[in-house]
């Protein structure tokens, strides 16, 4: 036995004042054991258990014992959520010395933080009642326009305005027919405030007489009446002062910024009864300005603004025809003037301004905009040419407005008297003949040496004159002279300036801009990403001469570099001709003759443009650069069977199962055969096939495959099941075998396959589907549903899976389903291609339409979308929006969709084109409306 030696305090007496468990709040008690008889509560306590001070209440004297703090009101209005009952929540324990110190330190802290966001807060506090009152004003505020013009109401019209009288129907009145009052006139009230009758009763406040208004009051004579004009009087004298208040007592200059204020007063429009307080107070304040700084034009021009807004369009022409004597320099104030007077009165009004201000360019166009016959525009801008001949503006005016000979006149007087102004040399340029333009350019160069313009429109002009050397020189010695004369070559600037001149047809002095200006500012490390970043841009504005000459600059760069070919070779697919591609891939092959797409390429333009032979010519040349290329092999097998020469496509075949025998073309070797209907000999070359690729799943689909076109479906299964075994990742396998179960009737197999099959590859959105379709081809639309759920658990981002679960939905949920699905994938074809079968079903034929597009546009690749849309086309389209989608479609080349490949890989269609394909597609699909 192991003894335990007892703790050092058991069998100690109590320490003095010790009571067990006060640090947690409780209290002791004592029983009939300990003292006999129990006590009562106000007993006094045992003498070990001393007195425990506490917090101090308010009263400094009061000592508060423990049975005293005990004592607590538990009710719940007394229940506080973070005290508890009754107070603190350590009000049950001693406050000691560092418990002071401790709330001293946290009252400064949060003194110190209530401090620092003091300022913020009554700003923030400031603002949020500002903003209150503007939005919701006072009725006071509303009506201070008002009441502000009662100072001008007169003594008689006061008199005259009539009584007001009972405007309530007779039950109104009935119903209080027992408080009747009768409005006392005004001509009464007058005559008692002229009476001096006092009530000599006393004031129970200050034991002193109250008088009656109008009578003896202390400080007032007994002269002195009552006048309704008085208050008004002092209003303005107020108001005046406040204005006062806003100029500088000194120099008489407004403390108000004009531009600013100005500005804010334009936008202001009265919406409502409620804007009249603001109206008001915009008069006096722009009155305020005019009057203290009558020199200050935009015053004038936003009183009058302000006046116009209002409708006062007579008002506003007075108060501008006063700012014009004000600022008869300002041909801002002019034209504001000018704007705001009818056409027959705005040409007195600008006439008078160019005599006021002759060197004002505005002014006098203005004055020849006003005018309506173009001689008399012509006269106009002569005079102004007189007094303002360093105009370019001028000059422009008065060049529209005449015939090319007389154009060229003026024009030759204009460069004279503007000699900087590009525009001007360069237009002249263009109405003299060939030899007078080069002159004309060459004087424009000497005086401007400095603008690029000019060297550009002299290539223009060697270029249109089919002077094709002089081109590139020019824009050569464009670049070396500007740089000699110190100006900067901006390249983006003179990039910018090849796409103009491609837009305009000059596409010569395009590509010289680009091979003069291209490597300029460029690393030698990121030339290449750049260029091709440059002939990206230049496709996007459609600059195609300028892409073109960038692709072909670049090559002469990097010839070896297989990118920029296949980049330069898709581009001239999409935009050039068949001849401009053809030639660009003959220069690829040259400097890429390993590059196996080059050739494919350049084959297939010869087999599209029905050249066959020469298409056989590219291939065979290929095979000599790319000895055993799998790529090379199956597209000559492609070309010869597609042109009905089997038996060449079979030795081809052969030979490259000989040469470069992959799983590959053993399969389009079987394939060959079974679409020729050789069974027997595609069976064969698949069982030779599968003992060297035992792995390849697309070698056991097509066994299985060919059984079901045998109708042989047991073996099917059995070629399917030992596919799996050796494919276990293979999606389409598991599907194809589950459809097979299905068709015979197997359902629990079926399903037990795909469980199979979701162990194996656990993300397969395409099993998930699956399963979910098989639920509901029995019928089992609640198991389908849970299914689905599990599925988007699984597969979250899968677009197939929220396509199928939106049309799962009963047809009132579906619009909901379909938000979450687009939230979920916003760019996935499938969810987009759902939508607008959405609107379909709803006879949104626009919305459709607009979505359908959208589902191509992000996937082109998609052949679903594309059969769907045609689907769609036949039934609310015409012809040329039918042919338009086959356009697309055909260009678009599609190759994948579950509904597509079940078309494009069914053996009966093997030789169809994308057209034909896409026809068959749409007459197998069912409308959304029907499902």
């Known amino acids: 036995m192991i003894s335990k030696k007892p703790k050092a305090f058991i069998g100690q007496p109590v320490p003095l004042g010790y009571q067990a468990g006060v640090g947690r709040g409780a209290t002791s008690f004592t029983t009939r054991s300990d003292i006999g008889p129990a006590r009562d509560v106000n007993d006094v306590p045992d003498e070990r258990h001393r007195h425990v001070s506490y917090k101090k209440s308010s009263e400094p004297e009061v000592v508060q014992e423990v049975d005293e703090e005990l004592d607590e009101d538990l009710n719940d209005t007394n229940y506080d959520e973070f005290s508890g009952y009754g107070g603190s929540l350590f009000s049950s324990g001693p406050y000691e010395k560092d418990d002071e110190e401790a709330d001293e330190i946290f009252t400064g802290i949060d003194r110190r933080m209530d401090g620092r966001r003091k300022e913020r807060r009554e700003q923030r506090f400031k603002e949020e009642v500002l903003r209150y009152r503007e939005e919701r004003p006072k009725i006071q505020q509303q009506f201070a326009g008002l009441k502000r013009d009662l100072a001008q109401v007169s003594k008689d019209q006061w008199a005259s305005i009539p009584e007001v009288g009972d405007v309530r129907t007779k039950k109104q009145r009935g119903a209080s027919r027992a408080e009747k009052f009768t409005p006392v006139p005004d001509l009464l009230l007058r005559g008692a405030t002229n009476t001096t009758i006092s009530n000599h009763s006393i004031d129970p406040r200050t034991g002193l007489t109250t008088p009656f208004p109008g009578s003896m009051t202390p400080g007032f004579s007994t002269s002195s009446k009552m006048d309704l004009n008085l208050f008004g009087e002092e209003k303005k004298k107020f108001i005046t002062v406040k204005l006062d208040q806003m100029s500088d007592s000194v120099s008489g200059q407004t403390v108000v910024d004009p531009k600013s204020f100005c500005t804010d007063l334009n936008s202001i429009a009265p919406q409502s009864f409620t804007d009249i307080g603001d109206l008001k107070k915009a008069r006096l304040l722009l009155d305020s300005i005019t009057k203290t700084n009558p020199n200050h034009g935009p015053g004038w021009i936003a009183r009058a603004g302000l006046e116009e807004v209002t409708g006062h369009i007579q008002m506003a022409r007075q108060i501008i025809a006063k700012g014009c004597e004000a600022v008869p320099n300002s041909e801002e104030v002019w034209l504001e003037a000018t704007r705001l007077q009818t056409p027959e009165n705005a040409k007195a009004v600008v006439a008078r301004a160019v005599r006021q201000i002759p060197q004002s ?382 068709s015979q009737g197997e359902h629990t197999k079926a399903r037990a396959n795909l469980e199979k099959g979701r162990l194996r590859c656990p993300n397969s959105a395409e099993l998930w589907l699956e399963a979910v379709r098989l639920e509901v081809s029995l019928g089992n639309r609640e198991v389908a549903m849970a299914v689905m759920s599990r599925a988007l658990q699984k597969c979250p981002s899968s677009g197939i899976l929220w396509a199928e679960a939106i049309f799962l939905e009963a047809r009132p949920q579906r619009k909901t389903k379909s938000v979450d699905a687009l939230r979920k994938c916003e760019h996935d074809v499938h969810v987009i291609l759902t939508v607008a079968k959405l609107f379909w079903t709803e006879r949104k034929i626009s919305k459709a339409r607009e979505w359908f597009q959208k589902a191509i546009k992000v996937d082109p690749d998609a052949g679903d979308a594309w059969g769907y849309y045609y689907k769609f086309e036949l039934e609310y389209g015409n012809e040329e929006q039918r042919k338009a989608v086959i356009n697309k479609c055909v260009s678009a080349e599609p190759r994948h969709g579950e509904k597509w490949c079940s078309v494009s890989k069914d053996i009966d269609n093997w030789r169809k084109m994308i057209d034909e394909i896409l026809v068959i597609l749409a007459s197998q699909l069912i409308p959304p409306s029907s499902t």
């Open 361 to 742: 360019v505005r002014l006098w166009v203005k004055a020849a905009e006003l005018e309506i016959e173009s001689i008399n525009k012509k006269k106009v801008l002569r005079k102004a040419l007189e007094h303002v001949p360093t105009s370019v503006a001028l000059w422009r005016e008065a060049v529209k407005l005449e015939e090319p000979d007389d154009a060229r006149i003026l024009l030759s007087r204009a460069v004279e008297c503007c000699p900087t102004s590009v525009d001007l040399w360069v237009a002249l340029a263009k109405l003299e003949t060939y030899e007078n333009a080069r002159k004309v350019l060459n004087k424009a160069r000497e005086k401007i040496p400095t603008d690029r313009q000019i060297w550009l429109t002299a290539a223009k002009l060697e270029e249109a004159h089919q002077n094709v050397d002089m081109v590139k020189t020019i824009v050569d010695r464009a670049i070396s002279s500007l740089l000699s004369n110190g100006v900067e070559i901006n390249r983006d600037q003179w990039l910018k300036d090849a796409h103009d001149c491609d837009k305009s047809g000059s596409k010569l002095t395009c590509q010289a801009v680009v091979h003069g200006v291209l490597e300029i500012g460029v690393e030698t490390e990121s030339r290449k990403s750049q260029w091709l970043e440059d002939a990206d841009t230049a496709v996007q504005v459609e600059a195609l001469s300028c892409a073109r000459a960038i692709y072909s600059h670049a090559l002469t760069v990097f010839p070896s570099k297989k990118g920029i070919w296949l980049r330069a070779a898709y581009f001239e697919k999409e935009y050039g001709t068949r001849a401009s591609l053809e030639r660009l891939l003959q220069d690829a092959v040259l400097h890429c003759p390993k590059a196996e797409v080059l050739w494919l390429m350049g084959a297939k333009s010869r087999w599209l443009a029905g050249d066959v032979p020469g298409a056989r010519t590219i291939l065979s040349e290929s095979f000599k650069a790319n000895a055993n290329s799998e790529e090379i092999w199956l597209a000559a097998v492609k070309l010869e069977s597609e042109n009905n020469e089997y038996q060449r496509a079979r030795s081809l075949l052969a030979n490259a199962r000989e040469s470069a025998g992959t799983a590959r073309v053993v399969m389009k070797s079987a394939k060959l055969e079974w679409a020729l209907s050789n069974l027997k000999e595609a069976n064969q070359l698949i069982k030779e096939g599968l003992e060297k690729y035992p792995d390849n799943a697309k070698l056991w689909m097509m066994k299985g495959q060919i059984f079901e076109q045998q109708g042989n479906k047991p073996e099917a299964i059995v070629s399917y099941m030992e596919g799996l075994k050796r494919c276990p990742q293979s999606v389409p396998l598991w599907v194809l075998c589950c459809k097979v179960l299905m």
